[in-house]
């Protein structure tokens, strides 16, 4: 009996349960593989390592990979390797990030460089990093190194721009649109794309895996940006308006400041980037969300890339993996309500 027709049998909560219970098999060999390679004989870096690895991350962007690879069926197993690296990266990024936002939490916990400090957080997320690019190199697949080789680079630029942009009053909707393509949708679109093409998917498989996956990073990241002022503490593993704490410029804040008056831009820009910031502020900049539905607007611009990403799942054959990512789509977003 397949993965697919004992969940099908077995239904479970969500979506990402489901999608779970049909990539278990490959899930448990990508889950292996992540906690052999990030060990080390310098034994802060798998201590480090496997505090943030095994913290309650879902693994979507691993999962993805797998399923995109299950799709097409006609693989050799290179799918693992990627997974796992796809993994690694990300996990990398969240180690930078938080040294660079000065972050106190990840999921749920106090965030690695409150442990172990920023030192050691850097250089533990350039070794995942290392790790990732020898698990590529390790399947001889030069053009699938090549996508998430790119990918990194593209997620290093994001992350740039969004410092470059940190507190500055004049950020656009399209500077926000590119950030968050660049530092969240682009490892989306690659995990999937390198599944499909180590799942066999033909040139237009792969590109409209590609396209799925980059549309679900940017629906993700709106939510998460707009759960950031809306949703519970706890939601995302931190506190509500850290983004407005860290000087973020998410497009709640930037449709705000575009629209409100000269007060309500005031109460704005005197909380944004300010640490210290009481909940009183951060409840007052919230009210002026409200009172101009940015955090409804951009729910909205994340339901329009929902509905992209599952367009583009249309071009291919029907199956109940493709349903399945389908339904992962609809509860990435509906996360938010």
């Not at 006609?74 to 996990?91: C, D, L, Q, S």
């Not at 939490?105 to 400090?117: C, D, L």
């Amino acid at each position: 009996m397949s993965a697919l027709t004992q969940m099908k049998e077995a239904p479970v909560a969500t979506p990402i349960d489901r999608l779970l219970t049909a990539t278990g098999e490959d899930m448990a060999k990508v889950n292996a593989l992540i906690l052999s390679r990030a060990d080390s004989h310098v034994e802060m870096v798998p201590e480090l390592a496997r505090y943030l690895i095994e913290s309650g991350g879902k693994r979507l962007r691993p999962m993805l990979t797998v399923a995109a690879a299950q799709l097409f069926g006609k693989g050799t197993g290179t799918a693992i390797n990627f997974a796992a690296a796809v993994e690694f990266m990300h996990n990398a990024t969240l180690l930078h990030d938080d040294v660079v936002d000065e972050s106190d939490m990840r999921r749920g916990k106090p965030a690695a460089r409150m442990v172990w400090g920023n030192k050691a957080s850097i250089l533990v997320g350039d070794f995942l990093l290392g790790q990732a690019f020898m698990m590529m190199v390790e399947t001889g697949d030069i053009a699938s190194l090549g996508v998430l080789s790119a990918a990194s680079a593209v997620m290093a630029e994001g992350e740039v721009f969004q410092l470059a942009k940190t507190g500055d009053l004049t950020t656009t909707p399209a500077d926000y649109a590119e950030v968050i393509r660049a530092k969240t949708a682009v490892l989306f679109e690659a995990a999937c794309k390198v599944g499909a093409m180590s799942g066999g998917a033909d040139e237009a498989g792969a590109l409209a895996l590609a396209r799925y996956g980059l549309e679900l990073g940017n629906a993700f990241q709106l939510v998460d940006d707009s759960l950031d002022y809306g949703g519970q503490s706890g939601t995302l593993g931190k506190n509500t308006g850290d983004d407005l704490r860290e000087g973020k410029m998410t497009l709640p804040v930037i449709l705000a400041l575009a629209e409100g008056s000269a007060d309500e831009r005031e109460i704005i820009s005197s909380a944004l980037g300010d640490a210290e910031a009481s909940d009183e502020q951060v409840a007052a900049v919230v009210a002026i969300m409200e009172r101009h539905k940015t955090l409804e607007r951009t729910l909205d611009q994340a339901h329009a890339h929902a509905r992209a990403a599952q367009q583009a799942l249309d071009a291919l054959p029907a199956s109940e993996m493709r349903s399945l990512l389908n339904d992962v789509v609809e509860f990435s977003v509906l996360r938010a309500y």
